[in-house]
């Protein structure tokens, strides 16, 4: 495909909506008791219920309904007090019952919208057309065998919710980070654990192009099941590019769905676009409307955890973080967990947030740990930045030889620690003032350098001084000291 210029591209919009699918994560599945636990052998987590057998009923997943009431609360949504059911009606293989149990007229959520944060620092809302409860097909496998298509139908029953966009998103960016911010509501909210590549969370992309200025959309394409943020992001420029080529040769966009090739970045023709009366959406006979009431409504937002925008506007006020430090923390909800522990603790919440994005971070990241595996206690941490804050240990001294002793995981706090490997600076002047001396006395060359004007060398006396006293002194203190003695001279 041609490189487009600047001057094509630029005489037109795109026009991006998404349709997120998210599996929830719930013990049994949507309609029937069978287990909705993911990783069993083939086949195991099936009954006559999901596999579709004549005579056999549905039943409703109480905590689908409230892991899809927490969403749409989350996203601002309208909830529906009496929502209802639908068959959507398509033959795949690993689609048992020959239909979808789906939500069609009257979903459970509408509306809504959510916030995103943009690059240049800006913020969008974009709106949620609904969320809808369903259940989800099998799975299909045409790679293990040389004659055959395996079916597993663990999964087909499974409970899912739907989010469906408006066509709001203008760019592959703004798609991403709303990708990023649903995903994130889920884990906050603990419904799903957004896990892309496991396909406990997949996207469809319907993606169109207009000129600027004109008020109709264009005809659109949807990108089916892709599975990263990057994925989404590469098939919407990939979808931008060819529409625009093909217009621009006067071609005219087909209405199909697409597949996405991970490796060339290139999509192709899957199939022709169904249109909604291609499925034969009717009414759910054997489920009764769902009827929810004020009272419910309120018992879940009562129930709903603090969630990243709550965090992050009492970071940046209550507790004078940077946006920065804030978004890193929120970013994650057992990360977020974790700070709210420690400052439990402490009131020193930018030493505590340094403390987390910094040395915590690093021991996570190169021992490939996630926090909630840490041995270190919030408690214990919050005791280290107080033995910090309080002028008891220096930074050096903290990180490289208090802190690597608390990630042992024994219950000896950072006070008894640094006791025990005698780390405490002291409050003896005489000692100071002889470390003080001994660095001096060492160099007498650089003294002289110094009085003739070259500042640069107090980090070498520094260093020596904090050799000599193995890092028991407070840095601070110490250079005004240092100054204090080689002025006199």
């Known amino acids: 495909m041609a490189v487009l210029t600047g001057g094509v591209s630029d005489k037109y919009e795109l026009v991006v909506g998404l349709e997120i699918h998210a599996q929830l994560?719930?013990?049994?599945?949507?309609?029937?008791?069978?287990?909705?636990?993911?990783?069993?052998?083939?086949?195991?987590?099936?009954?006559?219920?999901?596999?579709?057998?004549?005579?056999?009923?549905?039943?409703?997943?109480?905590?689908?309904v409230e892991y899809a009431v927490k969403m749409g609360l989350a996203c601002n949504c309208s909830i529906n007090l009496t929502n209802t059911f639908a068959r959507k009606n398509y033959f795949y293989a690993d689609l048992p019952k020959g239909f979808q149990t789906t939500q069609d007229q009257r979903p459970i959520c509408i509306g809504g919208h959510v916030t995103v944060k943009l690059a240049n620092h800006t913020t969008k809302d974009i709106a949620i057309h609904h969320i809808h409860m369903e259940d989800d097909a099998g799975k299909s496998s045409h790679d293990q065998h040389d004659e055959y298509s395996l079916i597993d139908l663990n999964r087909a029953g499974v409970p899912l919710i739907e989010i469906v966009s408006q066509p709001d998103l203008r760019s592959a960016e703004e798609a991403g980070q709303f990708l990023t911010e649903v995903r994130r509501l889920l884990r906050y909210l603990e419904i799903c654990d957004g896990n892309m590549?496991?396909?406990?969370?997949r996207c469809d992309a319907n993606i169109s192009v207009r000129l600027h200025g004109a008020a109709e959309y264009g005809n659109r394409c949807e990108v089916k099941n892709l599975n990263s943020i990057r994925n989404v992001q590469r098939a919407i420029e990939h979808e931008f590019a060819r529409q625009v080529e093909v217009i621009e040769a006067g071609g005219h966009i087909d209405q199909n769905t697409l597949n996405f090739n991970a490796d060339t970045g290139e999509t192709?023709?899957?199939?022709?676009?169904e249109m909604a009366n291609d499925y034969r959406y009717f009414p759910e006979p054997d489920l009764l409307?769902?009827?929810?009431?004020?009272?419910?409504?309120?018992?879940?937002?009562?129930?709903?955890?603090?969630?990243p925008k709550e965090l992050f506007a009492k970071y940046t006020t209550e507790f004078g973080l940077s946006d920065y430090d804030a978004g890193v923390i929120t970013a994650d909800k057992q990360f977020a967990a974790y700070f709210e522990e420690i400052v439990k603790h402490t009131s020193h919440y930018k030493s505590a947030a340094n403390w987390l994005m910094g040395a915590v971070s690093s021991y996570i990241n190169d021992h490939s740990v996630h926090i909630t595996d840490l041995a270190l206690k919030p408690a214990t941490l919050a005791g280290l930045i107080?033995?910090?804050?309080d002028g008891k240990v220096n930074n050096s001294v903290a990180s490289h030889k208090i802190f690597p002793e608390m990630l042992k995981g024994n219950d000896k706090t950072a006070d008894q620690i640094a006791k025990e490997l005698n780390l405490l600076i002291s409050d003896d002047s005489s000692q100071l003032d002889e470390f003080i001396h001994a660095a001096l006395a060492k160099f007498p060359d650089k003294v002289i350098e110094y009085q003739k004007g070259k500042k640069g060398v107090l980090g070498l006396f520094m260093g020596e001084i904090m050799k000599i006293s193995k890092g028991k002194i407070d840095p601070k203190k110490t250079n005004q000291l240092l100054i204090k003695e080689l002025e006199s001279k």
């Open 197 to 201: 590549e496991e396909g406990s969370m």
């Open 268 to 273: 192709s023709v899957l199939r022709s676009k």
């Open 25 to 64: 994560s719930t013990l049994s599945k949507a309609f029937s008791s069978d287990s909705a636990a993911f990783g069993a052998g083939p086949n195991e987590h099936v009954s006559p219920v999901s596999l579709g057998h004549p005579g056999t009923l549905p039943r409703i997943n109480k905590k689908m």
């Open 386 to 389: 107080k033995l910090v804050d």
């Open 289 to 307: 409307p769902v009827q929810l009431t004020d009272t419910y409504l309120e018992d879940i937002r009562k129930q709903m955890p603090a969630l």
